[in-house]
């Protein structure tokens, strides 16, 4: 008897990921392809209206068709297409969606942060590398927002979605991308994450000082610095090369890709100043969020 399959088309401001999974054989959530377009549909986000602008809009539903072409190749038992910060905050969403209609048929579900933030907290539990860990503070940043989730004996604590995104902090505090972020600029968005932190009650845990990282930015780390665990010391010490970094030497140098150099300054400086504040100093990175969690409730795990 062959095994369930599920697809995941994850609709994000930077990218958009497709994850096909399968329940193994002792009943764990296990990829079986996995497939990536960067998009960055959510330059337009910090715009009044934000907005997707048309050419976004038209490579991100070309992106989706690719994707939704490719796991139609496989015999899935459900697959859904879901949207996250870029899509929930746009002012012409309805375009976009009915853009994606028009080519595949498909509609688009947009989460919003709660369940967004709910979905990558189940997510991170399947990790079976993570185990081990019962109190700690999990981190999700992407192009529009951040996913703040601390966990207590496993169970989730507290659970928030912020307005934190890289693209976004980015857009809204540096001026020139292609220089080295000034201290002004840091400055800046460090005190708008601890602002946003202090604000949504979310503060150091009181039994951890553990923290998880998922997303773009901290698969980019991970890779980079050959780890999955490090100290919140050595991860400052790669955020200050990146913020005295060109773009160009972002991507010679410190083998950032292209397609994110822009935004790294930013994005490095948000999770910093993040696991400062939340007294975070032991670090590990998984791959295991939101896909996963949908992943895991798709196939009644």
Known sequence: MSQKQVGIIDVGSNTIKLLIAECSDNKQIRETRFEIEETRIGEGITGNPPNIDETAIRKGTLAIARLHSLAREHNLDALRI?????VRDAANRISFIE????????????LSGDEE??????GIQCDPELSHLKNYSLLDLGGGSMECIQFIDQQVSISRSLDLGAVRLTSEHISDRYAPISSQEAQAIQTRVKNSLVEAGINAHENSTHAVLTGGTATIIAERLRSRG?????????RDQVCRSTHQDRIDQ????????????AATTILCEALDHLNCDTLYFSQYNLRYGLGVEMLDL
């Open 82 to 86: 879901v949207a996250t910060s870029a």
């Open 99 to 110: 853009s994606v209609r028009e080519e595949t048929g498909a509609t688009i579900e947009i």
């Open 254 to 265: 410190l083998n950032i890709p292209e397609s994110r150099a822009d935004i790294f300054p």
């Open 230 to 238: 490090m100290s919140l010391s050595e991860a400052t010490l790669f």
């Open 117 to 122: 933030a709910r979905l990558i907290g189940k």
